[in-house]
């Protein structure tokens, strides 16, 4: 069987975690996420990155929100496939990646990414590495929703 044939059917044969989550992710969930892990002996690492709504001022206006949006069956495929990629790419113990779906108030937290491994600097690194394609390369678009109601789509930075 041909090589890339066998690693699209051991994806795609893998079970898909949904990602996108209604609204804000809360710190409780984040909690409860981490807290989960303590029994996992084989983990020496965890790596985290929180993506929170920033309050950016824009053409003299302030936002207020962002309303997340995507079609939805082709992000969780890129997300999937980023996933895939990352367990093949870093020697890492598990992983979960949630992304908001709808408003998300500023101050919250839109995107949560977390990585375990038995050392750290396989965490690291594939928590920025994941961090990055997510930003680069899922169809999720953000509408900045500005104090005075009016919106604007937002554009992706570094």
Not at 12 to 24: I, L, P, Q, R, T
Not at 51 to 75: F, H, P
Request: charged share 30%.
């Amino acid at each position: 069987m041909d090589k890339t044939l066998s690693t699209e059917i051991s994806m795609s044969e893998k079970k898909k975690y949904k990602v996108f989550v209604s609204g804000a992710i809360s710190t409780q969930f984040i909690a409860d996420s981490i807290a989960k892990h303590s029994t996992k002996t084989t983990i020496g690492a965890h790596d985290i990155f929180l993506g929170q709504v920033r309050s950016d001022v824009i053409e003299n206006k302030t936002v207020k929100a962002i309303d997340y949006s995507a079609y939805e069956e082709m992000a969780e495929e890129k997300f999937h496939e980023i996933r895939e990629a990352a367990f093949t790419k870093f020697e890492l113990t598990c992983m979960h990646l949630y992304h908001s779906m709808g408003i998300v108030k500023t101050g919250e937290i839109c995107l949560f990414v977390f990585v375990s491994a038995k050392h750290r600097t396989a965490a690291f690194e594939a928590c920025r590495w994941i961090t990055e394609e997510i930003k680069a390369n899922v169809p999720v678009f953000g509408k900045e929703i500005f104090e005075d109601e009016t919106y604007a789509w937002k554009v992706n930075t570094k």
